[in-house]
């Protein structure tokens, strides 16, 4: 913003500011600063093309936050058509368009997991005009996407999580802390259940011999203590990110940093990350010092060791205080076992993926409940 000062005090004539003006009040105080005289926004206005209006008339704490993830961009670059991650109509108004604005018939419904899947589809279930209530088993509502929030760079997220939560609240969904099962749903007799379970970390056999291993959320939300030497098992978005917020974000901590090395058996890290966040975080991760082993499979662990191979050789890593587990997420069966027997219809929504498509299925089933 001060460059864009510079430049407009150097040339003379009006001039407009473009980059993560992503809330009214940064616009405003790019211009009241005489940074530009122009405020252009551009991606804020996928996620929410309401932007402008709700802020013109003070509704800023009502408009979807784009969390910066760049999805948008990369599914124009790959098939041309926008996507956006927290606004599941953007690119798809016309499909969207056609459905009811209102339920004709109003349902009593509960949906099962308060992460952004359910919020999202018992916001839009409520706003459609049905008695929702959401049953969310912990206190803290987010799902996964509230974990996701923490490392560096991810702070977005945490305003996208607290945007579901409060338009769900907005629109009268009753929420509810307490984990489902057969008894309590039941009792609360719904003409329909919507399972929004998620998914949860894989531990695999293999690492189950460490002295300390703990899971990549655990270790995110400082809910298990973490040591210095540290081994990260899995390279994808989850093993990289949580690597990244455990070293400490100084360079000059130098060897008071904590240790941190992450082991993929894939040729490169990330290579699910499809949007430009890739590169910066690999490079952010190397100058920390993050040591990251590719194509080496983990055999074993045994106390504070251990083994793999890479190019079929065999190697040990020794002195490990904590090793933690970034091998993937299983979808949640339980709660759809045990509420299987209901004689109301079940739908199942979200996934073990991403958030768009979390939200996305969130908003689809709620279209048409
Ligand atoms: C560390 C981390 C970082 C991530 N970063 C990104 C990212 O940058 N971008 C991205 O697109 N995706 C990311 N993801 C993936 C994304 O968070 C998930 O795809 C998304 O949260 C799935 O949403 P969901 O609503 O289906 O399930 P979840 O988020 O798993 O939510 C399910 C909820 O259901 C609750 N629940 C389960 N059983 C019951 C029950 N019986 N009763 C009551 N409640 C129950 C759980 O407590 C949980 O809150 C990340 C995931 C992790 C773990
Ligand atoms: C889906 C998408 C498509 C874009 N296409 C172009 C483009 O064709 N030419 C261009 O100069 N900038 C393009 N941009 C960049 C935007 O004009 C803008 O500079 C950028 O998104 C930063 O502003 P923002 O933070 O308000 O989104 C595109 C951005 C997005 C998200
Ligand atoms: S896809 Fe992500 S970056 Fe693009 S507008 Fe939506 S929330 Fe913002």
């Known amino acids: 913003m001060d460059l864009a000062g510079r430049v ?20 405003d105080m ?3 600063q005489g940074c530009a005289d122009v405020a252009f926004v551009g991606r804020a206005l996928i996620s929410d093309p309401e932007f402008p209006n709700k802020a013109m008339t003070g509704k800023d704490s009502e408009i979807c936050p784009c969390i910066g993830c ?10 041309g058509a926008v996507c956006c991650t927290m606004n599941p109509k953007a690119g798809r108004e016309s499909a969207f368009a056609a459905a009811d604005e209102k339920a004709t018939h109003r349902k009593k419904i509960l949906v099962v997991g308060g992460g952004p899947a359910g919020l999202t589809c018992a916001a839009r279930a409520a706003e459609r005009g049905h008695a929702v209530t959401l049953m969310e088993q912990k206190e803290q509502p987010g799902g ?11 702070h977005d997220l945490a305003k996208g999580t607290k945007y579901l939560i409060e338009r769900a609240k907005r629109a009268g969904v009753a929420c509810v802390t307490a984990r489902a099962t057969i008894e309590n749903v039941r009792a609360g007799g719904f003409d329909c259940v919507v399972l929004a379970v998620g998914s949860t970390p894989v531990i695999p056999g293999f690492l189950k011999g ?14 298990a ?46 290579r699910a990350e499809k949007t430009a966040a890739r590169a910066l975080l690999i490079e952010r991760l190397q100058k920390k010092g993050c040591r990251i082993l590719t194509g080496a499979g983990v055999e074993r662990v045994s106390g504070r060791e251990l083994y793999y191979k890479k190019d079929g050789a065999s190697h040990k890593l020794e ?24 004689p109301v219809p079940i739908y199942e929504i979200g ?17 048409k409940l």
């Open 8 to 27: 407009k005090r150097s040339i003379g004539i009006p001039l407009g500011f473009v980059g993560r003006l992503n809330e009214p009040w940064i616009a």
């Open 30 to 32: 790019a211009i009241e």
């Open 70 to 79: 760049l999805r948008c961009l990369a599914t124009v670059n790959a098939d």
């Open 144 to 154: 996964r996407m509230y974990v996701a929030g923490f490392p560096p760079f991810k």
């Open 210 to 223: 460490a002295e300390h291993l703990v899971s990549a959320e655990d270790a995110s939300l400082g809910n």
């Open 225 to 270: 203590s973490v040591g210095k030497n540290v081994v990260v098992v899995g390279g994808g978005q989850v093993g990289c990110e949580t690597a990244d917020l455990l070293i400490h974000p100084y360079p000059d901590m130098g060897a008071r940093s904590r240790r941190v090395t992450i082991i993929e058996m894939d040729a490169i890290p990330l």
């Open 319 to 342: 002195g490990i205080d904590t090793v933690i587990a970034a091998v993937g997420m299983a979808q949640e069966r339980r709660t759809a076992e045990e509420l299987g027997d209901l």
């Open 351 to 367: 996934d073990v993926v991403n958030l768009c498509q979390a939200i996305g299925d969130g908003y689809a089933l709620a279209e």
